[in-house]
């Protein structure tokens, strides 16, 4: 298989993939080559619940909007020469398709709920199973719980 000097992110405006976008340019940076950030959209689809677009127009504008506010933080900073595509598609079929010849996918991880994730899948899983270049998925860091105090002994 040849690979190109590319690694492709895929961005939806969550924290998952905004730490996947980080990683990387991070990654991109020290390999010398470039990032290919992609958006998945539908607007069709139950999954995406808080947003109801009414035109597929909407929907990709949106993408849009979120690949645009994602990179542009990120790619200046770092001086990485990043892509950016929305694709209308399911998220695991655009992310693998756009990934053939790259050097890597990489995902963030969304921690969804087992409920949520048995209906819907993983993108990630989904993307492990189907690619044909390495994949990295990057959890979503745990919360941090405060300590438990120590116990006061009175006597």
Do not use: F, N
């Amino acid at each position: 298989m040849r690979t190109d000097h590319r690694i492709v992110v895929g961005v939806d405006g969550s924290e998952g993939g905004r730490r996947a976008l980080q990683w990387a340019i991070h990654e991109a940076q020290a390999r010398g080559c470039t990032v290919q950030a992609v958006c998945a959209w539908r607007w069709d689809s139950y999954d995406i619940a808080p947003y109801a677009a009414t035109h597929p127009d909407e929907e990709r504008a949106r993408a849009e909007r979120i690949l645009a506010g994602e990179v542009t933080a990120l790619a200046s900073l770092h001086g990485v020469s990043v892509a950016t595509e929305a694709v209308e598609g399911r998220a695991a079929d655009v992310l693998t398709a756009a990934s053939r010849g790259a050097e890597l996918l990489v995902l963030g991880s969304h921690g969804h709920s087992r409920v949520r994730h048995t209906v819907l899948g993983s993108v990630a899983e989904e993307c492990v199973r189907k690619a044909t270049c390495p994949v990295v998925v990057l959890p979503v860091p745990a919360l941090r719980v405060a300590p438990l105090a120590e116990p006061v002994v009175r006597a």
